[in-house]
């Protein structure tokens, strides 16, 4: 069948990114004999320089990985909590607010990319800071080509930039508009940035632990840390309409390291095992979603590569099941046990009877173990359904930012296997250049992620000092017979675990490989809460790209979806690796829409 793209095939090693140039960068690396660890966080730090509008310094990385050494994966976690003095009191009561603001210092939480990076350098990689540093150093020093997307975002906000954030339009704006597509982009302040920590760490001596260990410092405890403190001091304007000062402190990224947990994992058929992060993300939904179609297996099929009708309806209906019950159940504060109860067959069973053969208008999260769900006023009141729409007008799809700067789905994507086996997938994100005001002297912004915590008190995702918000990254990692296989994302924040359900679908039971998974037609519903501010959502609402075909969306029409055509190429960005625990032959593939992602290798 037709790719837009090869899908590759080698022994040496493989990198698939949403960018050519971040795919280029750790390949290089492993061509220089480093391994997965040290192409991703080459690879992860070209991205922020690349990307802007889609990730940042300033922003947070989870990432899921298995050693050559160790088949059991495991979880970087380095999403920053809200800061100390980020409370609902402070917020709601004292501020007025009755929803974070997707943009400004008040939707800040504590920066976690640096310090996951570098984590996962230390206790992984093989090579010095200074060795995957360069490359992004390079590109931010002397200028990369921007594609279209960068100065679109750009072009968006430039009124925003222009009359509330002077120091980003001071970074972002060429004679007060955007830079045009192709044009050269330089972040010099973003370099020198980079070479103050590396000037740091190497003072620390010889030895490169040390070094990366001292490089945390200087960010978390030193002059990163005293710019942050003192530039959130100072109010400006978020799409409150109102201007306000930020909360963090840098106490509070003197506070914060980076550490590893142990994902969520479940076994599915065909000896399959998923692993994803646990219930303070997005990540069970994907694990939720399998488990209702594992009784509809019979009726999950693909017609030349393309899913037929009733695939997509009930894998859009079990969406709209396992999405309910994150906003009802998801969150940093949850309950110990209820991940375990909502990933079981026995859960599955019961909500699977709720799938009928029309498309249920409805929000309806479940009750696991008897507990009774408790939802946001926001969302008991339906205050976001069909209202305050995205006054860009773009809505729901791919990567997009409103003129007051919120986005929805801004993120990147690597995925890395070597030689020897060892395996990631990450999805960093935050820190977006229309996040907040850019710090003059860093040459980056702070991120916005506290936007997904909720003003309502006793909530799994309230809004408390110390707790991580529920984040939409979701970077997938699956095992077969044990032997990590597979590694798999994609952005795109609350569509993550929905398309790559579409990739797993096609590539697991339509039989197709990396590249013909990745090409074949995707599809979403935007049926339940946002995360992203103003937390709308559209009941029925499904987004189809039309190579599904006319038939198709037309049954699924008729079966009560409000179906809305995307175009044919238009949903997901996704990436994927694969390792062959036979003969150990590696594979990759990155997706052609939007003309960014690229997969490398040999």
């Known amino acids: 069948m037709f790719t837009t793209r090869p899908e590759l095939a080698g022994t040496h090693g493989m990198v698939a990114s949403t960018h050519w140039l971040a795919s280029a960068a750790g390949m290089a690396v492993l061509e220089d004999d480093g391994n997965a660890f040290d192409a991703a966080v080459a690879a992860g730090l070209v991205l922020q320089v ?28 380095a999403q920053g909590p809200a800061p100390a003095g980020a409370t609902v009191a402070h917020y709601r009561d004292e501020l007025g607010l009755d929803l974070v603001p997707g943009t400004g210092l008040l939707a800040t939480t504590v920066p976690g990319a640096w310090d996951g990076w570098l984590l996962l ?17 390079g590109y931010a020093r002397g200028g990369y080509p921007i594609v279209e997307r960068i100065s679109s ?12 954030w002077q120091t980003s339009a001071n ?21 020198d940035t980079w070479e103050r920590l590396l000037t740091e760490a190497e003072a620390a001596g010889a030895d490169r632990e040390a070094q990366i260990d001292a490089a945390r410092r200087a960010w978390s405890q030193g002059f990163v840390a005293e710019a942050v403190d003192k530039f959130a001091r100072i109010p400006h304007r978020d799409n409150s309409g109102r201007d306000h000062a930020g909360v963090i402190t840098g106490q509070d990224m003197a506070e914060f390291e980076a550490g590893y947990e142990t994902p969520l994992t479940i076994d599915l058929p065909g000896g399959w095992t998923l692993a994803k992060f646990g219930i303070w993300s997005q990540g069970p939904a994907l694990a939720q979603q399998l488990r209702l179609l ?49 990933v079981s067959r026995e859960y599955a069973a019961e909500r699977r009877e709720l799938i009928g053969d029309r498309a249920s208008m409805d929000l309806r999260p479940g009750a696991p173990g008897g507990r009774q769900p408790v939802m946001s006023a926001h969302i008991a009141e339906n205050r976001g359904v069909d209202g305050a729409k995205d006054p860009s007008g773009v809505g729901i799809g791919e990567p997009t930012v409103s003129p007051t700067g919120e986005a929805r789905g801004d993120t990147v994507h690597i995925d890395v296997v070597d030689r020897w086996g060892n395996m990631v997938s990450a999805t960093p994100s935050g820190g977006w250049l229309q996040s907040s005001p850019a710090i003059p002297e860093l040459g980056f912004c702070l991120g916005s992620r506290a936007q997904m915590f909720w003003l309502d008190e006793g909530l799994p995702n309230s809004l408390a000092p110390g707790k991580r918000p529920r984040i939409t990254l979701s970077p ?49 519903t935007g049926a ?26 037309a049954e699924l029409q008729r079966r009560g979806h409000d179906v809305l055509d995307a175009g044919p190429w238009a949903l997901g960005r996704l990436s994927a690796v694969s390792r062959d625990p036979e003969t150990g032959l590696l594979r990759a593939a990155a997706n052609a829409r939007g003309a960014q992602g690229y997969a490398a290798g040999r």
């Open 153 to 164: 975002t750009i072009d968006t906000v430039r009124e925003m930039f222009r009359e509330h």
């Open 476 to 524: 997938s990692l699956a095992l077969r017979g044990g032997v990590p296989t597979l590694a798999f994302g994609t952005p795109g924040g609350d569509q993550q675990d929905q398309w790559q359900l579409c990739f797993w679908l096609a590539h697991v039971h339509g039989g197709l490989n990396l590249q013909e998974a990745i090409d074949s037609p995707a599809w979403h």
């Open 294 to 342: 594992e009784g509809f297996a019979d009726r999950i099929g693909y017609v030349d590569g393309i899913a037929d009708a009733d695939t997509v309806h009930l894998s859009v209906e079990a969406a709209k099941l396992a999405f309910a019950d994150r906003e009802a159940w998801y969150g940093d504060s949850a309950d110990a046990g209820v991940l375990t109860d909502l």
């Open 171 to 191: 970074l972002w704006l060429t004679d007060g508009a955007a830079p045009a597509p192709g044009s050269i982009l330089r972040n010099p302040a973003l370099a």
């Open 50 to 77: 690349v990307e802007p509008h889609l990730n940042g310094p300033g922003g947070e990385l989870p990432a899921l990985f298995a050693t050559a050494d160790d088949p059991r994966p495991r979880a970087l976690a």
């Open 121 to 137: 350098l230390r206790d992984h990689g093989t090579k010095t800071l200074r060795e995957v540093l360069k490359y992004a150093i």
């Open 528 to 553: 339940f809460p946002g995360s992203f501010y103003p937390r709308a959502w559209e009941p029925g609402r499904v987004v189809a790209e039309s190579r599904l075909g006319a038939d198709t969306l």
